[in-house]
């Protein structure tokens, strides 16, 4: 992350604006605090890998059942949009 992120990095100037790189990096906003408030400063490693993990599980969750919800149609949706 020093590569992109840090104002040291050959290339902090490219991604000091960028929106692409602003998004990403707030999509790990959660992770980043419960890993601040579990391990101070530093930061604990182990609490941002496992609610980054946490996080994408659930991303991924909604959106495949959004994606089945559309693709299988009304009669065969599970349990859980009825």
Not at 17 to 32: C, K, Q
Request: hydrophobic share 55%; glycine share 8%; proline share 5%.
């Amino acid at each position: 992350m020093w590569l992109l992120g840090a104002a040291a990095s050959p290339f902090s100037e490219s991604f000091e604006d960028s929106v692409i790189f602003n998004f990403w990096r707030g999509l790990h906003l959660f992770p980043a605090l419960a890993a601040w408030s579990a391990g101070g400063h530093a930061g604990n490693d182990l609490v941002f890998l496992t609610t980054f993990a946490i996080q994408w599980l659930l991303i991924g969750l909604v959106l495949s059942l959004i994606v089945w919800r559309f693709r299988a149609g009304p009669s065969e949706a599970p349990d859980i949009f009825k």
